[in-house]
DNA sequence: CATTGTCCCTGGAAGC
DNA sequence: TGCTTCCAGGGACAAT
């Protein structure tokens, strides 16, 4: 599942393979992918066009073109960007050919993933909240995100429009190393919690990146190898293992139709 | 606005 | 073995 040490991932694999690189083609395998935009107005848009840069803006990978217009992807839960790809792949949806033979598949097994295709790319990740490896991101600003919010923190932390980029994986990583219960609401974390969210945060997504992402499920770098975060994950998919700090059996709850991951004795709700 | 619930989508796992 | 049902979850959207 792609979130931002995986997106991050492929963002700086991708980089120096396609920067600058011209396209010459481009097959919509799956209309879906597109979303509301003709396939024809999507290949005629992107063809002729040189990539001038790649950026990652919460989970959405971003593509600069020389036209002026943007190519936006997200990866949702299956999706990968593969690099010249051997053989064919059974879930390959949109493929992007260019000038020197090489060529970038979008696959993604569960048919979730977005691609868009703008002039302006704030339409589409402009209500993002803040990055959080950023050094804008400080436990000062957290707490203001957070002050008065009665939701469940780890809710929040899923939010795109407070913080960008993190997931369920990272989410309860984080909360396990800050010791906080994913139930807490919001606004009721004392600032000793809010500073040792605000720094595990940081470290289980740098160490995440560190280890080039987590292959849980599908993800793939471009090159097809996968990552390791996932070895050290300490409650995520977890369940009834043992905490690795106390022996506590790992619990898992259903919170906004997202499995939790996380210690009771380790994550008092009180 | 804040919060909560539903839906999309597919293949692997579980149950019968 | 083979069929059916459930589940995973990011984010758009609707409902409250």
New binding site residues.
Partial sequence: ???LPEVETIKNELLPLIIGRRITDVTVVDT?ATQKLPSQEFRSGLIGQSIISLERR???LIFHLSGGRVLII?L???GSLLFDPEGKD??ARIILRFEDGHSMVFTD????G?VYLTEDENQ?VG?LGIEPLNSSFTAAELAKRLK?????IK??L????II??L???Y?DEALFAARIHPLK???ELSSAEIKRLHRSIIEILSRAIENKGASVDTYKRPDGGLGTAHNEFKV??RLGEKCPVCGTPIE?I?I????SYFCPKCQRLR
Wanted: glycine fraction near 14%; proline fraction near 4%.
């Fill in positions: 599942m792609p979130e879906k919460g989970k959405y997200h949702r839960m299956t059974k879930y097994r569960r048919r979730l977005v589409v209500r008065g919010r009665t939701a469940p809710a929040l899923l939010d795109q429009s960008a980029g997931g369920n994986m989410a609401r919001g606004g995520a998919h898992r259903v906004r139709n997202r499995g």
